[in-house]
């Protein structure tokens, strides 16, 4: 997430879903939008004279439908990436209507270096922020209580991450695992470049593009990466198609030999890779680039926005602190010491733990259920639909290595059936992971990464959840 790092990076993802290690369950490969790059593809027309003026379709010297003398078989000369980049952003000026205003330089990172930069994260005794955001994802049953998930997040983004823009530095950095001879995915610059004119249009730096909460920061990269994604796309249809000379991509032998991604961090951020061009198309379909541009202006506020294409909007949750006997919240994180999961994150849950431990809660291969072609995965189910808002509070009693640990999760529905569908799926999540009922409404895990007590209420359109070490400090964190 954007706000677990010091400076915001817009990023591709090459390693999604379906291509780890360990599979999601069976189902298509993940569409790396790279399908093209095996070939040259068909001839581009004779380039013409450079215009006397910048426009569209032309920068660097080079017209977006000209041929260029590069051969990554051997990796890039300067001289050749040069030539890729220029004609890239000809390209990229071509397809997404926006003029570059500046040239955009490219630096390429090894992969161990790129790992190493992001290595040092705090544990949860020596950061506040670390402390409260692993009880967030804990509250997800995506990251358990014994684990720290900024080190899981930097995980996943040094495993599955292959390039990035920085706003800060105005450059695109290639991740490779052969710095002396580098090659470049044409979808990886595509996607970058086009957040690099991103960049110098609308200011990714604002702090309008900076979500206040996860879900926030999910559906603002909604439109940053939905936008570079439909791009991506519709250049490598043409590459495919032969309508465009494409840099071919040799095959590359080995892999990335750092740590595996966790495959419920990497569901819930790649979601915005995934729904995001099909938000980012309908917003075009309907009013073309200009209603695209629009949106930069006022960015979509939730998940729920950009997984069902629509305009509403969260209903608002007060919250009342009523914690006693040491209990606290952590005033100085989050919003009034709160996170907003959303939607997207929600599903993950669910069907993080219906894939790992069989919980009765979505069909884990309605992952795969896509009726568009700019959508990659499915984050659409029943128990996850009809979201309205919700707010995470982490709990704090003590402080350091001798801290507990506990939250209170106020989900909001937009029908009482709704609520209903939440309520039976998350007590499957507590039941596949061996919990038993010990009182009315307060279950209780024994063991495991999230052996803890909770009390799940519904009534009408709202589903709390309190979460504590005991069942006896469920009424301390939050007294009934």
Not at 98 to 107: A, D, H, K, M, T
Not at 162 to 185: C, H, L, M, N, Q
């Amino acid at each position: 997430m954007k706000r677990s790092h010091a400076s915001a990076l817009f990023v591709v993802v090459l390693v999604v879903l379906s291509g780890c290690s360990a599979p999601f369950v069976d189902g298509p490969p993940a569409i790396s939008g790279d399908e093209a790059d095996g070939g040259s593809g068909g001839a581009s027309a004779d380039a013409p004279a450079d215009p006397e003026t910048d426009r569209l379709g032309w920068e660097a010297g080079y017209w977006y439908n000209e041929s260029i003398d590069v051969d990554q078989s051997d990796g890039l000369s300067d001289a050749e990436l040069d030539a890729f980049v220029g004609r890239s952003m000809a390209r990229v000026e071509y397809l997404r209507d926006i003029e570059f205003e500046s040239e955009v330089p490219v630096e390429i990172i090894a992969r161990s270096e790129y790992r190493n930069g992001s290595s040092e994260v705090p544990t949860p005794a020596e950061s506040e922020f670390a402390a409260w955001n692993n009880q967030v994802w804990e509250a997800l049953f995506i990251s358990g209580e014994d684990e720290n998930v900024q080190r899981q997040l930097s995980d996943t983004q040094g495993s599955s991450v292959v390039g990035f823009y920085a706003p800060v530095d105005d450059e695109i950095k290639v991740i490779t695992e052969t710095p002396d001879s580098p090659v470049i995915r044409n979808s990886t610059l595509i996607h970058e470049l086009v957040h690099a004119a991103q960049d110098q249009r609308f200011n990714l730096t604002s702090a309008r593009y900076r979500g206040d909460t996860q879900d926030g920061d999910l559906a603002i990269d909604g439109l940053i990466e939905g936008d570079a994604n439909y791009v991506q796309r519709e250049y490598t249809r043409r590459c495919a198609s032969g309508e465009w000379e494409c840099v071919a991509t040799p095959a590359q032998s080995g892999g990335s030999d750092g740590p595996q991604p966790d495959l419920g961090i990497l569901l819930t951020v790649f979601q915005p890779y995934s729904d995001g061009p099909v938000y980012v198309s309908s917003r075009k379909e309907n009013g073309g680039w200009d209603a695209v541009n629009a949106e930069f202006d006022a960015p979509p506020e939730s998940t729920e926005q950009i997984i069902h294409v629509t305009d509403e909007e969260p209903v608002p949750i007060e919250y009342t602190d009523r914690a006693r006997n040491g209990w606290a919240l952590y005033p100085d994180q989050g919003v009034e010491g709160s996170d907003t999961v959303g939607e997207a994150s929600i599903y993950a849950m669910l069907w993080n733990q219906a894939r790992s431990a069989d919980a009765e809660t979505v069909d884990p291969r309605g992952l795969f259920d896509t009726d568009s072609d700019y959508d990659t995965y499915n984050y659409a189910a029943e128990p996850s639909t009809g979201w309205a808002n919700d707010r995470v509070f982490p709990y704090h009693k003590g402080s350091g290595s001798a801290a507990e640990y506990g939250y209170v999760w106020v989900t909001e529905w937009d029908s009482t059936a709704d609520a209903r569908e939440f309520h039976e799926a998350y007590r499957a999540v507590l039941r596949a992971q061996g919990a038993t009922q010990e009182a009315d409404r307060v279950w209780v895990v024994s063991e495991g990464p999230y052996a803890d007590a909770f009390r799940v209420t519904r009534s009408g359109t709202r589903v709390v959840i309190v979460n504590a070490p005991t069942s006896s400090d469920l009424g301390d964190v939050r007294p009934r």
